[in-house]
């Protein structure tokens, strides 16, 4: 097919994710025929640095060697074969080695991607609550701007206003713990998680987070001991707390759990995205054994629950290779070296004119341009045409420019990517 007539195909029938359609039709889309490590490749020949690692997903680079022949073996024996009553070699493997490297975490529940996780550690955390004495707890608490995913469960406990606005009325009801979005203002974030989890604990399931950086919010990064306050209170009052790892996991953050930062564990953990490598969608929903016991006995008490793809072998086989690389190629050994480049190059950003803000935290470097308006701001979305006329693919979150690139991306690469982020602001905005 043609580029032309891949265009004019998409143009008249996919409807794409976060995407204004009108605008987009408008627009010349990138056309990837293939991918390489930390590079995308159009189908005119011309390659691209992939600032975000594909939505944060491909954590190794694309088509990693070792994950392409995991997937291939496993093809070469079982494609499918549904959990239901049955296992097979991927599921049980994986399950081991993840649990090993996660403390307090005991059992693994399989899911699609970072959506249905949180949708099914929010129903886990619900009946948990019934099935222990609790039935009048069923409230969700989640902090303003979070995000969680897109199923009905996940937007409830968001915060995103955008995203949250035309469903509004048919979300479950969540309480909202306003966190601020620059640095000060810490100790009233602190006092609200603490007040409203003491106060309404009779009636709260569990408290949803995203650990130490709230992704779509526009990379907030927020102090550590948010979430040890988070821990304490939830501990103190029997409150599951739901830490929502799938963007910050698997070395994202420097280390493999982001709630590491912090020293604590959750009762549930969720986690997408890097799980397979970016190469299948695929996740898992963590539980420590105080969640799993409540589902034991008789069969009236069991998580009636699962995907058609729940712990499906391909996304096992290649979600097992992923640690196996990690402990072999020592990956997060790697991440000092390569965060630091980051955080000098946004901490240089941050004395350019036109840059409100700049932050980063291992593998993530963020900035707020001046004068945005949010996530439907075009300010970043002129950073992005520059970036690919120099070569970068760097889809903004608003007026919120950033990278995550692969967390093992080359450092010449990465050198190359961050110069042409400090070139396309500057050709963007001040220049
Ligand atoms: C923290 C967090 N949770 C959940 C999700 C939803 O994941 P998915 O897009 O795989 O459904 C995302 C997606 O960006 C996320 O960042």
Request: aromatic letters at 8%.
């Amino acid at each position: 097919m043609s580029r032309d007539a891949i265009v004019a195909a998409d143009r008249s029938h996919v409807w794409h994710p976060y995407a204004a359609m009108d605008e987009y039709a408008a627009t010349d889309p990138l056309v990837v025929a293939r991918a390489e490590g930390a590079w995308l490749h159009d189908v005119d020949g011309r390659a691209y640095l992939d600032g975000n690692a594909s939505w944060w997903t491909s954590v190794l680079g694309h088509r990693h060697p070792r994950l392409v022949a995991a997937l291939t073996r496993q093809l070469g024996e079982l494609d499918h074969c549904a959990l239901a009553g049955a296992t097979h070699a991927p599921a049980a493997e994986l399950a081991e080695a993840l649990l090993a490297r996660s403390p307090g975490m005991t059992r693994i529940f399989y899911v699609d991607d970072g959506s249905t996780a949180v949708e099914a550690a929010i129903k886990l955390s619900v009946q948990h609550a019934a099935q222990t004495g609790r039935p009048g707890r069923h409230k969700l608490v989640s902090l303003s701007e979070a995000f969680h995913g897109d199923t009905v469960g996940a937007a409830s406990v968001s915060g995103v206003e955008v995203f949250r606005r035309p469903f509004e009325r048919i979300l479950f009801e969540r309480i909202r713990v306003d966190v601020p979005t620059r640095d000060e203002g810490w100790e009233r974030a602190f006092a609200q998680l603490s007040d409203v989890v003491s106060r309404d604990a009779d009636s709260i399931a569990a408290v949803v987070l995203e650990p130490v950086v709230q992704g779509a919010a526009g990379m907030r990064v927020h102090p550590p001991e948010l979430l040890r306050e988070a821990r304490r209170v939830t501990r103190e009052h029997d409150v599951t707390l739901i830490l929502d790892e799938v963007f910050t996991g698997y070395g994202r953050t420097g280390t493999f759990w982001a709630s590491e930062h912090a020293g604590v564990t959750g009762d549930i953990v969720c986690t997408a995205k890097g799980f397979s490598g970016g190469m299948l969608p695929m996740g898992g929903v963590l539980t420590d054994d105080r969640i799993f016991d409540a589902f034991r006995g008789p069969r009236e008490r069991a998580f009636y629950y699962g995907h058609s793809f729940t712990g499906n072998p391909l996304g096992a086989a290649v979600g097992r290779e992923v640690l196996r690389v990690f402990d072999d190629e020592r990956v997060l050994d790697g991440i000092p070296a390569r965060a630091a480049l980051i955080r000098e190059t946004f901490e240089r950003l941050g004395r350019r004119d036109g840059v409100a803000a700049w932050r980063a935290i291992g593998m993530v470097g963020a900035l707020d341009l001046d004068g945005g308006s949010g996530y439907l701001s075009r300010g970043g979305w002129r950073v992005y045409d520059e970036a690919r006329r120099r070569g970068a693919y760097l889809r903004p979150l608003g007026d919120v420019v950033y990278v995550t690139p692969s967390i093992n991306i080359p450092l010449s690469d990465l050198a190359r990517l961050l110069a042409i982020v400090e070139e396309s602001v500057d050709a963007a905005w001040v220049g």
